[in-house]
């Protein structure tokens, strides 16, 4: 997703596109919509010598969220992480209990698809789900190659 397009977007959508939300957005573009904390994105914005207060990047980050242009996550109790929502590349997770990596997952045997038969008995039973996160934990193949060396 290009800045243009989001633009575009936000225009359609009688938004303001205000200069905070502009490189707010460029951060998570830039860096590849990496899964970025507020605290990264304001780090990110100073190492660019923007003039942003923290507050804003805070306020920014959840105001995105609202108007759906990025998605909140949570892989730590208490940290936040933000990626873009791209929905031509929805994907789950994986979180590496040894490096901290966080891995997407963007097989062909999404979650997403697996779940989709269990997301029908919910709504059969009269639930209605709007969407379902799945995380994945555990050691990530590089890690679980170095330990199996250390031993
Ligand atoms: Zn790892
Ligand atoms: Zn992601």
Redesign the pocket.
């Known amino acids: 997703m290009h800045v243009d397009s989001l633009k575009k977007e936000l225009k359609e959508r009688k938004y303001r596109m205000t200069p905070q939300r502009e490189q707010v957005l460029k951060v998570f573009i830039e860096t590849n919509?990496e899964?970025l904390g507020a605290e990264e994105v304001y780090r990110y914005l100073l190492s660019k010598r923007i003039n942003v207060s923290k507050a804003t990047v805070y306020r920014t980050v959840d105001l995105l969220v609202e108007l759906g242009f990025l998605?909140k996550?949570q892989f730590d109790e208490g940290v936040y992480r933000y990626?873009l929502v791209d929905k031509d590349n929805k994907?789950s997770?994986f979180i590496c209990n040894s490096c901290g990596k966080?891995y997407?997952l963007k097989d062909e045997l999404s979650p997403d698809k697996i779940l989709k038969d269990y997301t029908d008995l919910l709504r059969a039973q009269g639930f209605e789900v709007n969407e379902f996160d799945v995380k994945f934990r555990g050691m990530c193949p590089k890690c679980s190659k170095k330990t199996r060396k250390d031993k």
């Open positions: 919509s899964h998605r996550l990626e994907h997770h966080i997407e």
